[in-house]
């Protein structure tokens, strides 16, 4: 796993030692920034089930402004820190170690945007539809902003979640990526 492209070019990330992480292969992550690169540089990405935090620091690579991860895995936080370090993005960094339920809350109290948001939960969780509910809610997603979903292909959203709309997917094998925006 490595960062794709920006200035931490080639950089090999830190993978997780069991199979609870599953990062998002190097061949979805060069196509799906390519299709969402215009929203990149100088944002503020959230990665809400950030793993690795592979997606997020790709971002901050890119010349997004700032990063948000959040995670309740003790686990995947140290692995997320540990890649933020090696990547030297610390700075453009806040991690937050969360339930999404509460990230999603606290970050609503503190009056945030977030040009990007990133989902990639554990697969057959069914988070997916309870996350985006909650990030439409707390009115999370700036207006010209969009959400990433990757997901089991298997899996199948609906057309519209309150003010959110589903827009495109692209399947790659069994990993579907879905895109909503308001």
């Known amino acids: 796993m490595r960062v794709i492209s920006g200035k931490v070019r080639g950089l090999k990330l830190n993978t997780p030692k ?3 992480v599953r990062p998002t292969t190097d061949r979805v992550k060069e196509s799906l920034f390519n299709m969402i690169n215009q929203y990149i540089m100088e944002s503020n ?3 809400l089930f950030a793993g690795t935090g592979s997606l997020g620091i790709e971002c ?4 997004a402004k700032k990063c948000t991860f959040v995670d309740i895995s003790q686990e995947s936080i140290e692995l997320t820190k540990s890649n933020i ?9 806040i991690i937050l170690k969360s ?3 509460d990230a999603i809350g606290k970050l609503k109290l503190q009056g945030n945007k977030f ?5 990639d939960p554990p ?5 997916f539809i309870d996350a985006l509910e909650k990030i439409d809610n707390a009115e999370l997603l700036d207006e010209e902003g969009i959400i990433v979903i990757e997901h089991d292909s298997k899996e199948d959203f609906p057309e519209n979640i309150g003010r959110l709309e589903k827009y495109k997917s ?8 879905t895109f909503y925006k308001l």
Do not use: H, P, Q
Not at 85 to 93: C, H, L, Q
Not at 115 to 119: A, C, E, N, P
Not at 170 to 177: A, D, E, H, L, R
């Open 85 to 93: 370090k090696k990547a030297r993005v610390e700075n453009e960094s």
């Open 18 to 20: 069991n199979e609870d």
């Open 60 to 63: 901050l690579s890119r010349g």
């Open 170 to 177: 692209k399947k790659y094998g069994s990993t579907t990526i």
């Open 45 to 47: 990405v959230l990665d």
């Open 123 to 127: 697969y057959y969780k069914n988070m």
């Open 99 to 101: 339930d999404f339920k």
């Open 115 to 119: 040009d990007v948001i990133f989902m």
